[in-house]
């Protein structure tokens, strides 16, 4: 079975990936931006520069 995924600002567990211009992180719920946050699981959302995916509670 694959791991989770880890925060990589804290290592706690990650909701999603955010990649707001040229940086990428898997981020938890205390570092995640309030556009990630806003999503529902297994949402994204892409627009100019940034990219959000809220993980899939299903998934992990």
């Not at 992180?25 to 995916?53: N, R």
């Amino acid at each position: 079975m694959a791991e989770k995924p880890k925060c990589e600002r804290c290592e706690k567990d990650a909701i999603g990936i955010q990649s707001l211009g040229f940086c990428v992180a898997c981020v938890c719920q205390d570092h995640a931006d309030s556009a990630l946050l806003a999503l529902k699981p297994g949402e994204k959302q892409a627009y100019e520069y940034c990219y959000l995916k809220r993980f899939d509670t299903a998934d992990h």
